[in-house]
């Protein structure tokens, strides 16, 4: 592999560690700009037959319907386990294998998943890579009680405060 395949799979994986950072961190104008403008979002789930129709078109679209869906939500999002395969200079698909909890008290949803992201990426006119399509494949998703009630904040371990 030459040095410059080398550097866009530590691209393509950086990438990817923001996706999860900026997406469990709520930081929605950093989380948009890991897109191209035209991203197409499918989710899947193993109860259900493959879907062929997006969830959502146009990465704006789909930054706005999570953030939604997301509010009030304490979420851990990781990825393990990167499937890299470059297409050309610019164009690269990846799997991802993932888990990822979400604990929303205010709704009471509470469920952790298990499952795989399979993803296609366009490498721009600026150099920077980009997710262009996100399929999200459910493996497993567990029902979960919420871990803290409603308006109630954890109480963070005793090796995080100050003594």
Avoid at 25 to 50: C, H, I, N, Y
Wanted: hydrophobic residues 40%; glycine residues 8%; proline residues 6%.
């Amino acid at each position: 592999m030459d040095s410059d395949r080398i550097a866009d799979r530590i691209a393509l994986q950086e990438l990817k560690a923001r996706y999860f950072r900026y997406l469990d961190t709520k930081q929605w104008g950093e989380w948009r700009k890991l897109f191209t403008d035209g991203l197409v979002f499918f989710m899947e789930d193993s109860a259900l037959p493959a879907t062929t129709e997006p969830v959502s078109v146009g990465a704006d679209e789909f930054v706005q319907s999570v953030s939604a869906l997301l509010t009030g939500s304490v979420t851990v999002h990781q990825g393990h386990m990167p499937e890299i395969e470059f297409v050309d200079a610019s164009h690269a698909r990846g799997v991802w294998a993932m888990f990822d909890w979400v604990d929303n008290p205010g709704t009471g949803l509470a469920i952790q998943g298990f499952g795989h992201y399979h993803e296609r990426y366009e490498k721009g006119d600026d150099g920077h890579w980009r997710i262009a399509e996100l399929r999200l494949t459910r493996l497993r998703v567990d029902q979960l009680e919420p871990t803290h009630p409603a308006g109630a904040r954890p109480t963070p371990p005793a090796w995080t405060r100050p003594a």
